[in-house]
């Protein structure tokens, strides 16, 4: 049989390719007779009667329970030993002996390698013998080429010369730190342990106290191994996927939220095509794309690199990428015309969304889909159903697909990015502006379709794309894959200014919402500071401040404030070199006070003395 096995092992599908064309293939090539039986009292007995007759040795071969009764008149209830090895008959050709069954039971390799007739509804074992069909796809460890693999395709082979499995997925062990999982050696994990969240590792540290259930490890078990490796469990890896899915649930509960507090109807609701704006399509193109890369992963059985596509999604351009950039178009208090667009776009692409990580994440998912989608879904041109597992696949239009917007968002992405670093590097706080940034590109560079974007998420000024940048002391270089990018550091007036703003407006933030104000909640404020320059700075940006902190009434006076009764309070204290003006925090303030010599300002590394400190005041009190 070895030549017909050899070419029917050619057209199995084997993933990883290796374990068919090298490790299958040398097992077949060698292959040696199979001696069934086994010399075992629990197993499948092998129905195989002799004639006790030395002179006869009659050998019958019994095929169902109904042939049985037939030959011997008789058949147990439960076809095991020991009630099977009761059954004999008096032999027919000899008339002399009796048969006996053999004492044998088969291989178990020989049961499951009978799977698929086991799986037939009607087993007469004649009529049907043929009619069985193969599967689509095995799945098993690495262990199994001499065993399931094997018996399997036999099987198969010897009773019907075809094969009776189309794709076969070999898996590796389950390893901790490299080293084989061993109970008395430790190191072993209980599922039972993962279930209930009390691995050892994840109850020694507070954060990981929330690790619970099964769906964290189908995401981590999917995404962790190449097919055919080792799986090295990783509590650290573990505990870390278990992010993925908590933003995973968190996306879907504030967008739920949104929805609610916005009585958004999807049924409603639909968003107009060419009324999208570019992030808006970017959005559809990347779900699209996002469609078509799983399907095709999915269908070529390459299952570890679905789940980095489907956090990659959900993470980087749904929840730090799409939602970001409309949270505010999103929010309760927003009037934005746009908003309901937004939605609408947003409720289908967590759906879809929600169908790709539904193999993945059958819990996770169907618990989402009853809470939001159940009751929705004929918005989308779908059928109700009771599951979600009972809805359809999803399937990507090749038309919303723009490879291209889609590279330019990356070159975006990747700009901001470095923007942020440069600002991050240089202790420039990301709530400082910064007066420009010039691009230079390099060969290939997609257009600067998102430069808003880039400005608004760098908190730039300007942006000028130029070619042959003069390096100065004031521009700080990064590069990208299509160009270089130059922050320029230098500042004025006005950027000082809004620096100093900025912190102050975080700071009354913080004060409200300590202070339990309600968001949209109207106070009358008063800023006071003694410093001629930084009561300037407030007074001109008084509108700007106003409205981002909802205060009707504002004024502004040259005099340190201090608390009052039931009235929000906070004071800044500032850097006095002009050109710096940063906000210092609590720390560096109390290091003074305890006449600390040589502290320095962390952002511009001048020495400071307690008196010379600048410091703004406020206090704020409900509008009456
Ligand atoms: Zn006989
Ligand atoms: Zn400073």
């Known amino acids: 049989m070895k030549e017909e096995l050899l070419k029917k092992n050619e057209e199995i599908y084997w993933i990883p390719d290796w374990a068919g064309n090298r490790w299958f293939k040398s097992w077949l090539s060698?292959?040696?007779?199979?001696?069934?039986?086994?010399?075992?009292?629990?197993?499948?007995?092998?129905?195989?009667?002799?004639?006790?007759?030395e002179e006869c040795k009659d050998i019958t071969v019994i095929g169902s329970a109904m042939e049985l009764k037939r030959i011997s008149g008789q058949c147990p209830?439960?076809?095991?030993?020991?009630?099977?090895?009761?059954?004999?008959?008096?032999?027919?050709?000899?008339?002399?002996?009796?048969?006996?069954?053999?004492?044998?039971?088969?291989?178990?390799?020989?049961?499951?390698?009978?799977?698929?007739w086991a799986a037939q509804e009607t087993y007469d074992g004649e009529s049907h013998y043929d009619s069985w069909v193969p599967a689509d796809f095995i799945i098993e460890g690495k262990d199994q080429i001499r065993g399931w693999f094997n018996s399997l395709l036999s099987s198969a082979m010897l009773s019907s010369d075809?094969?009776?499995?189309?794709?076969?997925?070999?898996?590796?062990?389950?390893?901790?730190?490299?080293?084989?999982?061993?109970?008395?050696?430790?190191?072993?994990?209980?599922?039972?342990?993962?279930?209930?969240?009390?691995?050892?590792?994840?109850?020694?540290?507070?954060?990981?106290?929330?690790?619970?259930?099964?769906?964290?490890?189908?995401?981590?078990?999917?995404?962790?191994?190449?097919?055919?490796?080792?799986?090295?469990?990783?509590?650290?890896?573990?505990?870390?996927?278990?992010?993925?899915?908590?933003?995973i649930w968190n996306v879907y509960v504030y967008a739920n939220e949104k929805f609610q507090l916005a009585n958004f109807d999807p049924s409603k609701t639909t968003y107009d095509l060419n009324k999208l704006n570019k992030l808006d399509k970017w959005m559809l193109s990347r779900i699209n794309s996002t469609i078509k890369k799983i399907t095709e992963l999915a269908d070529a059985y390459e299952l570890p690199w679905i789940t980095g596509e489907l956090r990659d999604f959900i993470l980087n351009d749904v929840s730090r990428w799409f939602i970001m950039l409309n949270r505010e178009k999103l929010d309760i208090y927003s009037d934005d015309p746009d908003k309901e667009q937004i939605m609408a776009l947003l409720f289908e692409v967590l759906y879809k969304f929600l169908l790709l990580l539904t193999p993945v994440n059958p819990m996770l998912a169907e618990e989402i889909y009853q809470k939001m989608f159940k009751n929705n879904i004929s918005s989308l041109g779908l059928k109700e159903t009771k599951s979600i597992h009972l809805q359809d696949w999803p399937e990507y239009d090749e038309k919303l697909i723009d490879a291209e917007l889609e590279e330019k968002m990356t070159f975006t992405r990747d700009l901001i990015e470095e923007v942020r670093a440069l600002k991050d590097e240089n202790r420039i706080r990301l709530r400082w502006p910064n007066k420009k940034i010039f691009i230079e590109p390099k060969e290939n560079m997609p257009d600067l379709e998102f430069a808003e974007l880039i400005k608004q998420m760098g908190?730039?000024?300007?942006?000028?794309?130029?070619?042959?940048?003069?390096?100065?002391?004031?521009?700080?270089?990064?590069?990208?894959?299509?160009?270089?990018?130059?922050?320029?550091?230098?500042?004025?007036?006005?950027?000082?200014?809004?620096?100093?703003?900025n912190d102050l407006i975080r700071?009354?933030?913080?004060?409200?919402?300590?202070?339990?104000?309600?968001?949209?909640?109207?106070i009358s404020l008063e800023i006071g500071t003694k410093t001629d320059y930084l009561k300037k700075f407030i007074e001109k940006q008084e509108n700007e401040i106003s409205e981002k902190v909802t205060a009707t009434k504002f004024t502004a006076i040259?005099?340190?404030?201090?608390?009052?009764?039931?009235?929000?309070?906070?004071?800044?204290?500032?850097?006095?070199?002009?050109?710096?003006?940063?906000?210092?925090?609590?720390?560096?303030?109390?290091?003074?006070?305890?006449?600390?010599?040589?502290?320095?300002?962390?952002?511009?590394?001048?020495q400071l003395s307690e008196e010379a400190i600048k410091s703004i005041s406020f206090l704020f009190s409900k509008v009456k």
């Open 162 to 247: 075809r094969k009776n499995y189309h794709a076969c997925y070999m898996h590796g062990w389950v390893l901790r730190e490299k080293q084989k999982m061993s109970k008395s050696k430790g190191g072993a994990i209980n599922p039972e342990d993962i279930i209930n969240g009390s691995i050892e590792e994840l109850q020694k540290k507070k954060s990981y106290s929330q690790i619970k259930g099964v769906e964290t490890f189908r995401f981590y078990s999917i995404g962790a191994t190449q097919p055919g490796r080792d799986f090295n469990f990783s509590v650290k890896e573990y505990a870390d996927t278990f992010k993925i899915l908590n933003t």
């Open 30 to 53: 060698t292959l040696k007779d199979w001696c069934l039986s086994r010399q075992r009292f629990w197993g499948i007995p092998l129905s195989i009667w002799i004639c006790d007759n």
């Open 558 to 606: 040259q005099k340190e404030l201090s608390q009052e009764n039931d009235k929000g309070f906070g004071i800044l204290h500032i850097c006095p070199n002009k050109q710096c003006s940063a906000s210092l925090k609590d720390n560096i303030y109390s290091k003074l006070k305890k006449k600390k010599k040589d502290v320095k300002c962390p952002y511009c590394e001048s």
């Open 77 to 116: 209830e439960d076809l095991h030993r020991p009630w099977i090895d009761k059954v004999t008959w008096k032999c027919k050709k000899c008339n002399k002996g009796t048969k006996k069954r053999i004492p044998d039971i088969s291989d178990v390799w020989l049961d499951s390698g009978s799977v698929v």
């Open 507 to 522: 700071n009354i933030q913080y004060s409200r919402k300590k202070n339990k104000y309600n968001v949209g909640e109207e």
């Open 459 to 501: 908190n730039i000024k300007e942006l000028e794309i130029k070619k042959n940048v003069e390096p100065s002391e004031n521009l700080l270089k990064k590069e990208t894959k299509y160009a270089n990018v130059y922050l320029d550091v230098s500042v004025d007036d006005n950027i000082i200014a809004e620096r100093v703003v």
